[in-house]
């Protein structure tokens, strides 16, 4: 979440004081932009600690962008999805020599596990009690589980608190120069 702080607001309202709806179109402006680059963020941040493509994470990603009454402006980033297949990560070894990786940290042996093909695709499927006991598929968290892994909203937290801030006083120096076109 990007906070916009009173400090900030009072700064812009007192550089930009006799232009119309000066602070508010600046601030509105530099919300979106730096809310557009929340995706981009999240996704790099993630890959960067999950074994997971780029268009799974993205294709679970949603970015929506609103106004409120007031002058109220937000954007937010929500991630949606279920638990998906361990193959969907990394994952090497021939019959019960199974290795997988859900993280970047490397990969774990997976105990009583052996891969099968289930309607045309691999599976890593694994038995909690030994030999004898039943067979279940090996699941891996959500993608909305991974992008809100503390490091990474943290990353991304920064990243667009830092955007906000570049985007803002971009802005206001533009409008100052009589450069705005927004």
Partial sequence: MIKVSDKGLEDAQKRLYGCKYGAERAVKDALYRAGTGLKTDAVSETKKRYHLSAARIREALLFKKGGGGAGLHSVTLTARGGRKPITDYKVTGR??????????????????GFLADKDG?????WRPQGHAGPVRAVMS????????NKDTAAAVEKGARER???????????????????
């Fill in 121 to 125: 695709k691999k599976v890593v499927l």
């Fill in 141 to 148: 968290p959500a993608v909305p589980q991974a992008v809100k």
């Fill in 164 to 182: 906000f801030a570049k985007r803002l006083d971009d802005n206001i120096n533009r409008m100052l120069k009589g450069s705005w076109k927004g």
């Fill in 95 to 112: 019959g019960e020599a199974i290795q997988a990786a859900v993280k970047t940290d490397g990969m774990k042996t997976l105990k009583s």
